[in-house]
């Protein structure tokens, strides 16, 4: 009986655990598993470029993500957001956020919950559209989040404005597949059609594509 490898085993539950009492006290919808491959793919992902965020409400996924980067001395997070809610978190919608109704905008708390954890140097938030932050966006990216608008219009506008910054050996991470209507048409679409990226790992309700072509 190998007991190294019990051993390493633990120390990686206990690090799951470690970040999901951490990250998890951000409210949010990322399943910690979620939240978990994206630590991974911050730390240890592959290609040599930025790490960019869309969609990032009060921080849950850019914890997960700069804890990643931070744990690998790798590069900051881009946290691109106008942090004004997306549709479903107005008053009335399906996911009214008590934040917005309050606040009016979700920027302080989440630069707050960045600080309580210790990770808001790790991070670069881009207060914008993603329409306005992708006009200006020069650099090549290795890491792709896309979670903003879950609209089928919205994500596709997304993935066209961001992907081309994609490195090959880069990935693209969709939230929210098989939960909301508009992105999960959008992907499947999407992975039906192009040939410069592929399917390389599904998480709960995140799909990873990879670029395989320039």
Same mark, same amino acid.
């Given at each position: 009986m190998n007991f190294r490898n019990y051993g390493l085993r633990l120390?990686?539950?206990a690090r799951f655990l470690d970040l999901q009492q951490r990250c998890c006290s951000i409210e949010g919808w990322l399943h910690p598993v979620e939240g978990y491959l994206l630590h991974m793919l911050a730390a240890?992902? #592959?290609g040599v470029g930025e790490i960019v965020e869309i969609g990032s409400y009060l921080g849950r996924s850019t914890a997960f993500l700069a804890s990643g980067s931070n744990s690998?001395?790798?590069e900051k997070v881009t946290a691109?957001?106008?942090f004004r809610g997306s549709p479903e978190q107005q008053p009335g919608q399906s996911h009214e956020s008590k934040v917005l109704q309050d606040e009016? /905008? /979700?920027l302080p708390r989440f630069l707050s919950n960045l600080q309580r954890l210790k990770l808001a140097?790790?991070?670069t938030p881009v207060q914008a559209s993603s329409q306005d932050a992708a006009r200006t966006w020069t650099k090549p990216i290795r890491l792709l989040f896309i979670d903003g608008d879950h609209a089928y219009e919205a994500s596709r506008r997304d993935f066209e404005l961001?992907? #081309?910054f994609v490195v090959p050996g880069g990935v693209v991470c969709f939230h929210d597949i098989g939960s909301w209507p508009g992105v999960t048409q959008f992907y499947h679409e999407l992975i039906k059609s192009t040939q410069a990226f592929k399917e390389t790992m599904a998480v709960c309700s995140v799909r990873v594509v990879e670029r395989?072509?320039?």
């Amino acid at each position: 009986m190998n007991f190294r490898n019990y051993g390493l085993r633990l120390e990686e539950v206990a690090r799951f655990l470690d970040l999901q009492q951490r990250c998890c006290s951000i409210e949010g919808w990322l399943h910690p598993v979620e939240g978990y491959l994206l630590h991974m793919l911050a730390a240890e992902g #592959p290609g040599v470029g930025e790490i960019v965020e869309i969609g990032s409400y009060l921080g849950r996924s850019t914890a997960f993500l700069a804890s990643g980067s931070n744990s690998a001395r790798r590069e900051k997070v881009t946290a691109v957001d106008h942090f004004r809610g997306s549709p479903e978190q107005q008053p009335g919608q399906s996911h009214e956020s008590k934040v917005l109704q309050d606040e009016g /905008t /979700t920027l302080p708390r989440f630069l707050s919950n960045l600080q309580r954890l210790k990770l808001a140097d790790q991070v670069t938030p881009v207060q914008a559209s993603s329409q306005d932050a992708a006009r200006t966006w020069t650099k090549p990216i290795r890491l792709l989040f896309i979670d903003g608008d879950h609209a089928y219009e919205a994500s596709r506008r997304d993935f066209e404005l961001w992907s #081309p910054f994609v490195v090959p050996g880069g990935v693209v991470c969709f939230h929210d597949i098989g939960s909301w209507p508009g992105v999960t048409q959008f992907y499947h679409e999407l992975i039906k059609s192009t040939q410069a990226f592929k399917e390389t790992m599904a998480v709960c309700s995140v799909r990873v594509v990879e670029r395989i072509r320039p």
